[in-house]
């Protein structure tokens, strides 16, 4: 499965959201589900599907389904070609 895809179903699970949901629109505040309590949810379960762990800078700066994609990426985990 791409990390992509992978990604997707982390954010509907940890946010508990149904899947016709397009979690590349959500935003950190701006949904109901992702406040502080879901915020903590998701980088646990990102963390633990991936096998990544975040540091503050991390934390803080994830506020949207592209920036958790970029920050996996920037952590190593990306599709191989």
Known sequence: ML?????????????????????????HRVHPRWDSLG????????????DVEFDSDQLIGMDSFQSALKILHDLG???ST
């Not at 915020?39 to 991936?50: G, M």
């Open 3 to 27: 990390v992509r895809e992978r990604l997707r179903s982390v954010f509907l699970t940890a946010l508990d959201l149904p899947a016709e949901v397009n979690v590349t629109e959500l935003q």
């Open 39 to 50: 915020h903590l949810a998701l980088v646990i379960a990102i963390e633990e599907e991936f």
């Open 77 to 79: 985990v990306y599709d």
